[in-house]
């Protein structure tokens, strides 16, 4: 149970068959309380709602209550969440949907449960009903063609805020990988939409950027930060700074490690913590009142997918800056991962909490995609790919269905959790670092793996927008694969001239079999020139 449960007085129960068991037994609902310890309305709808006696005892008496962290449980969280949490969701004792609704004050709360309740006592399980999410099945395969790269950059044209940057006309998300699609499709929409984040989101005083704007101009932005968005965004930046070689990007890059490296450094488990919450109260304060202030709440929890992604954007980093720093907290977190995080066989645990004895999910494919991406990026900037291969071939193996697509994870558990779902964000993290994969071993059953996983997508390509603009960089990287190839080891000039040099999209592949002292380029599978040393190769890769 999460910490936080202790400022209600409802008696909440553990998410699991025991719950539903006894829901089904006593022949009521259930009330799931989908929760994060990073939202300030969590904490406030349990000081306001669930710490009122008369509802605690009203949910108490009626209902089975169980509290559940999203973050921790993400495949609950991915079948119940409710658009945004705390998400307050009332269930039948098979898991199916009563009611729901997100954040409830007192009033609210109460018309909701005698809704509930007259709902369930005239109809039962059969007023129940299964998410569209849940019940969608597989995914619409069709034909991977480079038709899919053009609508994508269609979309980000006809999406475009001229005015304000990003895209879209209402809420403004970060999107660091839609940012860095632009890079080398619409660049100008891309550095101005960086410019529009590190102007609105970012902290200038305590560091790390804020989740989102709630307003098409970038205010009223949201406090809250997590793990993997800063990671995203300083790869963003890092890229930019490739292109552009504008020193500006550089320093936004560096001042989020220093945000990543201090206030999200868990330094007892020598890994990155999952979130900091956010506190509007604490961050409208002028900076010299902040140093008086207590900083708002750090989940120290070390997530593995969360972790994979800071992974993936200090080595990114390190290779356009050479940060001795950067790739010293590469390493750690990534040991960290491999050594506690990882089993023999390449399962991934989604986090492991020894002095609490809790452990999380095993195999969950947000977690496998984003810790073999690390593990990839990695390999091509540090020499150094560990359990890389062993993570791949135990995710196809186990989570490929027969069309390509990829369960999000086991299908068992309470609830829903033995319906499975195919989420398109975490097979497009698969698909990319497969893509990498298949180039670092020469393996082409890794490329054949994430081609089969695009595909079974395909067939919706047409409806997808700029918020998946990573999948077309996906589908267009398998349809000409790109490579530079350095007969020398990792840190050698060659090599670290192949990082700075090769475009974001290519994978760099250090000390390369059958080369001695030579880099050489290939696209789709061809050589397309050689180089001996970093001057050579410059000219060979930007045509100069």
Known sequence: MDEFAADTKVEWREWGPAAFEDAAEAGKPLLLALTVPWSSEC????????????????????????????????????RYNMGGFPSTVFLTPDGKVLSGATYLGPDGFRDILDGVRETWDAKGEAAGSVPRSVGAGVPPAGEVTPR??????????????????????????PMARTVEFA?????????????????????????????????RDWSDARSEKLLDENAAILRAFAHAYRYTGEEAYRETAEGTLDYLTTTLWNGEAEAFAGSQAGDSSYTQLQATEREDADAPHVDDT???????????????????????????????????????????????????????????????????????QGLTTSW????????????????????QAENGAFRDGPVTGAGLLSEPQYPLDATVELADALADLAELTGDEEYRTAAEEAIAAFAGAAD???????????????????ASVRVGALAGSDLHRAALRLADHESVVVPDAANLDDVAEQRVDGEVTGTAESPAELEALLTGE
């Open 43 to 78: 904490r406030e709808m349990d000081r306001r709602t669930y710490g009122e006696p008369r509802i605690a005892a009203n949910v108490n008496d009626g209902f089975v209550p169980v509290r559940v962290d999203a973050d921790r449980h993400p495949r609950v969280r991915e």
């Open 183 to 215: 890079l080398v499709r619409a660049r100008d929409q891309a550095t101005r939409t960086l410019e529009a984040i590190r102007t609105h989101l970012r902290d200038t005083y305590d560091g790390g950027f804020y989740r989102f704007a709630a307003n």
């Open 380 to 399: 091509q900037v540090l020499g150094e790919g560990g359990p890389a291969t062993a993570v791949a071939d135990w995710t196809v193996d186990e989570l």
């Open 148 to 173: 899919i790269e053009e609508h994508m950059v269609e979309q980000l044209l006809g999406a475009y805020d001229e005015e304000f940057g990003g895209w879209g006309s209402d809420v403004k998300f």
């Open 302 to 372: 070390v997530f593995a997918d969360r972790n994979g992604v800071a992974v993936d954007a200090l080595c990114t980093y390190v290779a356009y800056t050479d940060d001795e720093r950067a790739q010293r907290y590469a390493e750690r977190a990534r040991d960290h991962v491999v050594e506690q995080l990882v089993d023999d066989d390449g399962a991934v645990i989604h986090y492991a909490d020894p002095d609490a004895g809790d452990v999380g999910e095993r195999g969950l494919l947000l977690d496998q995609a984003r810790v073999l």
């Open 463 to 481: 409806r997808m927008g700029v918020e998946v603009a990573a999948y077309a960089s996906v589908a267009s990287r398998l349809l000409e694969p």
